[in-house]
């Protein structure tokens, strides 16, 4: 079974930048789509960017789209997101979730395994 291990959260103020990393253990990305979703206390965990291990497409969050980059690491079986331009908004738990398929999808439904979650606090 994939374990997700996520990194690189922490506190930046606002206009400033983070790079999450989330790496696979116990197995490698291959037929994967790997997403990052975001939550708030209380509310819906949100899609926040997606990519095809294989087929390199991309999805994004109208929020975000501009702002934030996800990238594939091959040679450390590692999926980046580079968030650019931090505002408070962007504050949350961020998770990293895979699932199978070629294109990328904003459907929490489509991602079988989730890390256990990274804060961002972007302060104003």
């Known amino acids: 079974q994939v374990q997700l291990v996520e990194s690189g959260g922490g506190l930046v103020q606002a206009g400033g930048s983070l790079r999450l990393s989330c790496a696979a253990s116990g197995g490698t990305f291959s037929s994967n789509i790997i997403a990052w979703f975001r939550q708030v206390p209380g509310k819906e965990r949100d899609f926040v960017a997606a990519i095809g291990w294989s087929s390199g497409m991309t999805s994004y969050a109208d929020s975000v789209k501009g702002r934030f980059t996800i990238a594939r690491d091959y040679a450390k079986n590692t999926v980046h997101l580079q968030m650019n331009s931090l505002n408070p908004e962007d504050t949350a738990v961020y998770y990293c979730?895979?699932?199978?398929?070629?294109?990328?999808?904003?459907?929490?439904?489509?991602?079988?395994?989730w890390g256990q979650g990274t804060q961002v606090t972007v302060s104003s």
């Open positions: 979730a895979v699932g199978f398929g070629m294109a990328p999808s904003r459907e929490r439904n489509m991602y079988m395994y």
